[in-house]
Nanobody, 120 residues
C-alpha cells in the first residue's frame, strides 16, 4: 500500500504558475503509474495528467495540454505537476493518484488533495 501527500497548492492570479508535488511512501514507487486528477465544486473528478512507471510516457487532458507538465523522480518517490498559464477554470482540488497492477488486479490510491485557486 502507498500513502500519498500532495503539496504546492494555493492562490494565484490568472496567467501565473504553480507546481504541485506528491510525495509517496514505500519502496516500490517506481512500480506505480502516477497521475493527477481535479475536482471543481459541484463537478465530477476529472483526469488531468498521468505518467508511466518509467516517466517516459505522459498523457494529458485536452484542457491542459501545452500548459501543464507532469514528471516524476523515482529516486525521491515524488511526482510533480507544473502548471503554467493558469486560468480561472483550473480552480479545483487537485488529487494525486497512484495505480499498480498485481497479476490480474489493479489497485488505486488517492491523496487527500490540495486546493488550487486561480483568480481572474
Amino acid at each position: 500500500q502507498v500513502q500519498l501527500v500532495e503539496s504546492g497548492g494555493g492562490l494565484v492570479q490568472a496567467g501565473g504558475s504553480l507546481r504541485l508535488s506528491c510525495a509517496a511512501s514505500g519502496r516500490t514507487f517506481s512500480r506505480y503509474a502516477m497521475g493527477w486528477f481535479r475536482q471543481a465544486p459541484g463537478k465530477e473528478r476529472q483526469f488531468v495528467a498521468s505518467v508511466s512507471m518509467s516517466g517516459y510516457n505522459t498523457y494529458y487532458a485536452d484542457s491542459v495540454k501545452g500548459r501543464f507538465t507532469i514528471s516524476r523522480d523515482n529516486a525521491k518517490n515524488t511526482v510533480y505537476l507544473q502548471m503554467n498559464s493558469l486560468k480561472p477554470e483550473d480552480t479545483a482540488v487537485y488529487y494525486c493518484h497512484a495505480e499498480i497492477t498485481r497479476g490480474a488486479r489493479s489497485f488505486a490510491y488517492w491523496g487527500q488533495g490540495t486546493q488550487v485557486t486561480v483568480s481572474s
